[in-house]
């Protein structure tokens, strides 16, 4: 799982500082989260999901298939 986030990152070139910034948390955290260190909390794993726009399958390394499912449509 942790390598297909640090390939996702490192595909946009972004260092892990960066991709912090984005996520709005701690560098360190974002380490530990490439790492395997603690557990990526699912609002995480649902942001990744849309800025890399794929699936949180695939950011769990359930598939291989990068392209994100269809997203339901969240109108107010």
Do not use: C, H, W
């Not at 960066?18 to 395997?36: F, K, V, W």
């Amino acid at each position: 799982m942790y390598q297909n986030i640090r390939g996702l990152r490192e595909d946009k070139d972004l260092n892990q500082k960066q991709m912090a910034q984005i996520l709005n948390i701690a560098q360190t955290t974002y380490s530990d989260y490439e790492l395997g260190k603690i557990n990526i909390p699912i609002e995480i794993l649902k942001k990744l999901s849309l800025y890399f726009n794929t699936s949180i399958d695939y950011l769990l390394d359930m598939t291989d298939v990068k392209e994100s499912y269809q997203r339901k449509n969240r109108e107010s």
